[in-house]
């Protein structure tokens, strides 16, 4: 019998690449406020997930629930989502024309089984150093997005070069996904 996962977050861009992996699931999105205390890029991520993740799970304690975030590191700051326009332009200035560390965490939490699994995956990237216009035209563009950018948009011409896997620049290390799925037994 086949577990159907459980995919707590709401971004199209995780769900696609689990549909292109061939992985069943429904989405039930986490609504957690994502505060952490920690500082280092890693632990905030895996922190993150896992949160996430259990904030399902505890919904949902027989099934697997898949859980993951994502920030940019650039030039020893943690840029997350742009707050409004004006944050964008700000994260967009930080980077342009500079190289950062995309995280991405991935939580696979499964209550009934007793199973918690959290890593993460990391990802370098290259900026274009762009116009003021061009910035500001990237700006409106992605406010839901780590960083302001979004590699995966044919449109968003941000991101030069990237050093590492795609995936974890997307937002859901797929290697990780398929290596907590195979610990927890999962089809």
């Known amino acids: 019998m086949t577990t159907k996962l459980i995919l707590a977050s709401q971004s199209p861009r995780r769900a696609r690449l689990l549909k292109e992996a ?104 290259k900026a274009r150093k762009l116009g003021g216009a061009e910035l500001r035209m990237l700006a409106s563009k992605h406010p839901d997005k780590a960083g302001a950018y979004a590699v995966q948009d044919a449109e968003d011409e941000f991101i030069e070069k990237i050093e590492g896997r795609f995936d974890t620049v997307v937002g859901l290390p797929m290697d990780l996904v398929k290596k907590f799925m195979k610990k927890a037994k999962i089809s």
């Open 22 to 125: 061939g992985i069943a699931f429904t989405r039930i999105p986490s609504r957690i406020k994502e505060t952490t205390t920690f500082k280092k890029p890693e632990l905030v991520v895996k922190e993150l997930s896992y949160k996430k993740a259990l904030s399902v799970a505890l919904k949902n304690p027989g099934r697997p629930v898949l859980g993951s975030d994502t920030i940019v590191f650039c030039k020893g700051r943690i840029l997350n989502k742009p707050k409004n326009e004006a944050d964008a332009m700000r994260l967009l200035r930080l980077q342009n024309g500079s190289w950062q560390t995309v995280y991405s965490g991935v939580s696979l939490l499964w209550l009934d089984k007793a199973i918690f699994l959290a890593g993460f995956g990391t990802s370098r990237c």
